[in-house]
């Protein structure tokens, strides 16, 4: 993960697997093998890397694949996922991996799959991001708000709701599209039509479109070596059902202490969706527009890349190179700045 629109539309499920059911991996499956090129998925939602240099691609449809530097291997449903739209995927501290999914969270240990279900409900099990905080507490943020997991069962945490001027899409009113931690341990909660929420363990602060942000549909937070936050938005007019009506702010603001600005001179930032922002080993921000490609800030410009695709994950690898995952399959920039489209047959180097 790291897409929210798009995957409204697309994401359909039925019911979860057990709660403790339990898929051995060590066989071999049809999976393992990709005869034909192709994208590595049509949607490809998120990218991390592993504390052993794997890399793993979250998609909307194929599952999660991963590559392990000779070979591309995928995980389904045939496998024991819970659902082949996975948005995203962690490692804990002790070698485990989470994986937010269209049908709740799923746990990896390396051979089998658990799946949970955070709720009765559709909305409490489409996953949109899970964080393991520095106080180690597990974090669950869903279409139907915020829980608390611990380890065997899930607890609502409650966010308070501010006023805000703007009209509601009802569908999407309870939507939290991520959760952060800052590094003076603040969680920060991203809403589909609330703003930003910052938790301080005690008390809630709000950001809002009347604070000087372009839209109260937040769709990313990045926090720069300054200590500056970065907020990606969506337009909200896009909700509209009449298409004349849809268009309005969104894009990119930065906090910077208490003031909020914008970017009035760059593509993108000012009246269109940004769905990923991401902070590189560099200190280099890099933000992706839907449609205006890419774009770095070191700190003193913006750079921009063409990348044809509109992003919904970024991640740079232990080698300098940045993964760029989104609506069209998978892209890596070289150190060099080269754009290339990665296939299910490569190239990886």
């Known amino acids: 993960m790291k ?15 057990s709660q403790e059911k339990k898929v051995n991996t ?25 504390s052993k240099g794997n890399l793993w691609f979250g998609t ?16 389904t449903t045939k496998d024991g996922l819970p659902s082949d739209r996975v948005t995203g995927i962690i490692e804990d501290s002790n070698g485990i991996f989470w994986l937010h999914t269209g049908e ?13 279900l955070v709720g009765d409900d559709f909305s409490s099990n489409v996953i949109t991001n899970l964080l393991i905080d520095s106080k180690n507490v597990f974090w669950v943020g869903t279409w139907n708000g915020v829980y608390k997991f611990d380890g065997q069962a899930f607890h609502p945490f409650s966010i308070p709701y501010p006023k805000v001027d703007t009209k509601i899409n009802e569908d999407t009113k309870y939507w939290v599209t991520g959760i952060r931690e800052d590094t003076e341990g603040n969680i920060w909660f991203r809403r589909d039509g609330y703003g930003v929420c910052k938790f301080d363990g ?6 809002l479109k009347k604070d000087g942000l372009h839209s109260n549909n937040i769709t990313q937070i990045e926090f720069d070596k300054d200590g500056s936050v970065w907020i990606g938005t969506r337009v909200a ?12 702010k969104g894009g990119i603001n930065k906090m910077i202490g208490n003031e909020i600005i914008s970017f009035p001179e760059i593509a993108g930032f000012n009246d269109g969706d940004v769905y990923e922002i991401y902070r590189d080993k560099s200190d280099n921000i890099w933000i992706a527009t839907v449609k205006n490609g890419v774009y770095r ?31 069209g399959g998978l892209y890596r920039i070289n150190q060099n700045g080269e754009i290339i489209n990665v296939t299910t047959k490569g190239p990886w180097k």
């Open 3 to 17: 897409l929210i629109i798009l995957l409204t539309l697309s994401i359909l499920s039925t019911s979860c697997n």
């Open 26 to 50: 060590n066989k071999k499956s049809d999976s393992d093998k990709v005869e034909i090129e192709s994208q590595i998925g049509e949607y490809v939602t998120s990218i991390f890397e592993d």
């Open 104 to 116: 709740g969270v799923s746990k990896y240990d390396g051979k089998n799959f658990t799946n949970f």
């Open 202 to 207: 005690k008390s809630f602060t709000h950001l």
């Open 297 to 327: 800030y070191d700190g003193v410009a913006f750079k921009h890349y063409n990348v044809p695709i509109s992003i919904m994950g970024m991640r740079e690898d232990r080698k300098g190179n940045l993964w760029l995952g989104g609506a």
């Open 60 to 75: 909307n449809g194929n599952g999660i694949a991963r590559y392990d530097g000779e070979n591309l291997k995928y995980f």
């Open 237 to 248: 007019e896009r909700d509209d059902p009449d298409p004349k009506k849809r268009f309005g």
